[in-house]
Every structure is written in structure tokens, then in C-alpha cells.
């Protein structure tokens, strides 16, 4: 019922519309209860006193009240699907703007497709509800009750036996929603595990063809359809036992009616006026208790699929901003680090005491091995995560006491591995710059050496770039990275990686536009090509999490520590063929 009440406030803006469909369903029953009561009275007035022309009169209140009915019916089922719709709007909504609050911790932990189930699957299960179990159910009880109140009237002893086996059927209906919320729970849950099996094999189709397992995902896929098939036809088995046994126990009552009223009947102490109205009154209830059936699933799913929905909407996000934070402008790009130490999780710090200082316009070089705390450095200045100990600031402010849309406006960053949108190239460049006119795009593309392959193409910016640039080489996915960043003109710049995928001709030419670029910002370049960054105004070189060595290239080499071990042993032949061909 909690997580009812919690879902309803996405419904309690449209109270309103809400109010009038209740007033259609109450009409829309109203007029149901007319039919037997005029069938009833026209049998007695026929049989007591031959008078035919009743039959006209009801005949006609028949047939109006079927057709406010069926209007007021209208009313209620449209208006209702009207709120769901609207609600399931807001709730969507609301779950995606949730998940881009969520910090880069959270992501790390959950899969894409659990994510893709609770805003698609969850969210229309809760749609469903709202357009049907949220006015079902008290339209089921209010009929109930007008209708045992009409038959007390009428006879009580013979209500009593009409409603002798309602409570059971209550009972039946209870005890089944407690056995299918986890089930319906764990069917939720396992259509996420399907959708992240199903995402990961498509997004990762290159890697399945070019190590020919495409038989081994068929099986892992079919494995888990397999288990999902199996949960839903345990829920299915459990609707299937319900809803007959819920219309056995309603049909128990119609047989003690004829028997028992049958009997009045014959010794004039009931009419068979009366008796009709009985079992067509009797009748009407079958309808909601064959809903009660579907009521009582959708009841159970939608507590289900609201209980995984309500769990993104109440995580709070790791980094929070504070009251009252500070508004940056256009920063002047001083970056210190003092102290600092951070940890993916309590039992592996990934930094420990890092401390450098950075003046605004300059160039600093990350370098070390495969985990050593070069990109966790580049995350934590945009706060991408906060860290464990100690503060990083920017221009003399922690970062901790900005908002984080003015921090992050200020530090472009080109990603190791880079993320196309599904849009044109022109799209992609202004991604961070939705505002920025098309001379602008065009510089940014020059400066990345990427306007003459662009300008080259049928539909140039305008040509559209598949799912996740597929439909680009590595290096060019790496250039539109890159004049994306610049689009920005961010203060603060970082490059992790960001040569990684080009060739050496494009890396020349990358390398000189960076050069004039890079004036006038603190720029952080993340790379293990040496020849880079030797003009870098300080190099810091990191070993499992550490800063072991600092200075630029000549102090290092001179200090003929890990700097220059590496230098040696890895690079030299490289820089020498770089020499060779300058």
C-alpha cells in the first residue's frame, strides 16, 4: 500500500480529471443498476396484471440507460486513460531526469538494461494500474456495497445467502496478490537481465562475429528467455487456478438463490419479479470479481515494478552540491590538488596524498602504468566523484562549494573512449554548445582537423553518424571529440588519451593545432607517448596512486628515476623514428 500511496502523488496533479472520472464511473454504475429492477418490476407488473404497455416503458428505460451507459462509460475509461497516460509521463520523466542526476558511482554498479526495463516495462506497468486498478477497484467495491445494500432491501435473509461466499472470494484474492507480488517482482527483474544480455550482444556484435560466438550468445541469450518464460508461466499458473475458483465461489450463491427463493417464490412469499432482480443483480457482481482477477495482477505487478522504480527515484546521489553554492563565471584555471585521496570503494584507494598545484595557462602531463590514478585524477576536477580525503580546488574555491554546471562548464574533457550520439556530425560538435552558430562548429572542426574530411562527404555536417559513430574510423571519432570540446572553450582542458586512436600523420597535425589551442588554458594531457609532453610544464608521474616524480622532462631525465627508466626502455625508438621523419 506504501508504495501505492507513493505512486499517487505522481496522479494528485491531475485530481481534477480524476474527479470527473469517478463522477463518470458512478453514473456508468448508476445506470447498470436500472436494467435489473426495470426487468423485475415489468415481470410482476406482466404477470399480476396482463398490463403489455409496461413492457414499452421499460423497454425504453432499458435502452436509455444503456446508452447513458455507454457515454458515461466513455467518460470514465477515456479520462482514465488520460491520467495514466499523463501520469506515466511525469513518472518517465521523473526516472530519467533522476538517472542523469545519479553520479558516475552509481552507473559503475548497475546495468544498462535493468535501467532500460524500469524506465520502459516498470514504468508502463504502473500505466496499466492507472488506467484500469486505480478506478477498478473502488468502482468493484462501491458495487459491491450498492448492490448487497439493494438486495438487504429487498429480502435479507436471501442477500444473506447471495453474499455468503464474498468474503471467501476476498480472502482468494488477497492470498493470490501476496503470492504474485515476487513473483511478478523476480519476472521484472529478469526482463532487465534480458534486456542487458540483449543490449550488451548488439552493442557488441563486432566482438561476437569477429570471435564467431554467435552461437554462444544465442545460448545465453535463450538461457535467460528460458528463465523468464518459466517465472512468468509460474504467475501465469497462479491467475489460471484463481479466476475459476473466484467464479466457482460466485456461483455457489446463484444456486442457493434458486433453491432457496425458488421455494419463496412458490409459496408467494417472494415474487418473480423479485427473484430476477436477484440473480441479475447477482450477475452484475460476476463482472467486477472476473476484473478482481486482473485487478489483483495488476495490483501485484504494479507493486512490484513501483518498489524498482521507487528505488532509483529515492537514491541519492553521492555528489550532492551544497546550499547555497557558489555560481562560477569564466574561471582563470588554477587547479590544486591537496591531500588528496579517493577510493572506487573503502578497500582499494586508487589515490593516496596526491598534492601538485597547477598556475592558470599551463600544461601538465599525467603519466604511469594501467591503474596507477591518471584518469581517477581527471574525473575527480569536474567532480565527477568527490573525494575521500582531503579538497581539490579550482581558482583557490573547492570544488565541493560550486554548482556542478558551472564547474563543469568550465573543464573540457576528450574521453579515452569516445561516445557518439545517434545524430548528424553537426550535432555532435555542438553537443556541449547547443547555441553555437555554424562558423563556430566549422572553426572548431578546423582547429581538430576535421573540416576537410567532413567537407568531403555528400551531406557534409549534416551527414548523420550511426550508434556510437560506428560509421567513423577511430581517428575521426577522435578528431570530433575533440573540436567538440573545443566548441565549449573550456578554461580548463583534458586530453585522456585523446591520441590514441590516430595515426601518426594525424597526430602531427592534432599536435600543432593543440599547440596554439592549448595558450591560455591549464590543460591536463593523459597519454604514454612521451614525445608529447616534453615540453609540458610539469609532468607528474603516478604509481598505484601515488606521485612518485614531478618536474619537467629535463629535471626527471636528469634525476634518471622511473621517468627516465621508461623513457629508455620504451620510448627512445619511438622518438628517434619521430626525429627521423622531422
Known sequence: MKVLLRLGIFARKYWGLLALAFLCLLASTAFSLIVPRMLGRGIDVVLSSGDRSFLVVAAAVVIGAAVLRGLTGYGNTYLAQLVSQKTSYDLRNALFERLQRLSFAYHDKVQTGQLMSRATVDVEAVRIFFGMGLLGIPQTVILFIVIATILVMMDWKLALLSLLFMPAIAWRAIKVSQRLVPIWLKVQQLMGALGTTLQESLTGVRVVKAFANEQGESRKFSTDARVLYDTDIDATRQMAVNMPMMLFLLSLPVSLILWYGGRQVITQQLTLGDLTQFILYLGMLASPVRRLGFLVMNLSRTVSAGQRILEILDTETQVKEKPGAVEFGKVKGQVTFDNVSFG??????TLKNVTFDVQPGKLVALLGGSGSGKSTIANL????????????????????????????????????????????????????????????????SKAAHLHDFIAGL????????????????????????????????????ILDDSMSSVDAQTERLIREALAKLIKGRTTFIITHR?????????????????????????????????????????????????????
Open 344 to 349: 572506487y570503494d573503502v578497500m582499494s584507494p
Open 530 to 582: 612521451l614525445p608529447i609532453i616534453r615540453n609540458a610544464d610539469l609532468i607528474l608521474m603516478l604509481k598505484n596512486g601515488e606521485i612518485v616524480e614531478k618536474g619537467k622532462h629535463n629535471e626527471l631525465m636528469a634525476k634518471r628515476g622511473l621517468y627516465h627508466q621508461i623513457y629508455q626502455t620504451q620510448l627512445a625508438a619511438s622518438e628517434g623514428k619521430e626525429l627521423a621523419e622531422e
Open 458 to 493: 555528400p551531406e557534409g555536417y549534416d551527414t548523420w553518424v550511426g550508434e556510437r559513430g560506428v560509421t567513423l574510423s577511430g581517428g575521426e571519432k577522435q578528431r570530433l571529440a575533440i573540436a567538440r570540446t573545443l566548441l565549449v572553450n573550456p578554461r580548463i582542458l
Open 381 to 444: 576536477i569536474p567532480r565527477f566523484y568527490d573525494v575521500s580525503a582531503g579538497r581539490i580546488m579550482v581558482d583557490g574555491v573547492d570544488v565541493r562549494d560550486v554548482t556542478l554546471n558551472s564547474l563543469r562548464r568550465n573543464v573540457g574533457i576528450v574521453q579515452q573512449d569516445i561516445f557518439l550520439f545517434s545524430a548528424t556530425i553537426r550535432e555532435n560538435i555542438a553537443y556541449g554548445a547547443l547555441n553555437a552558430s555554424m562558423e563556430d562548429i566549422i572553426a572548431a
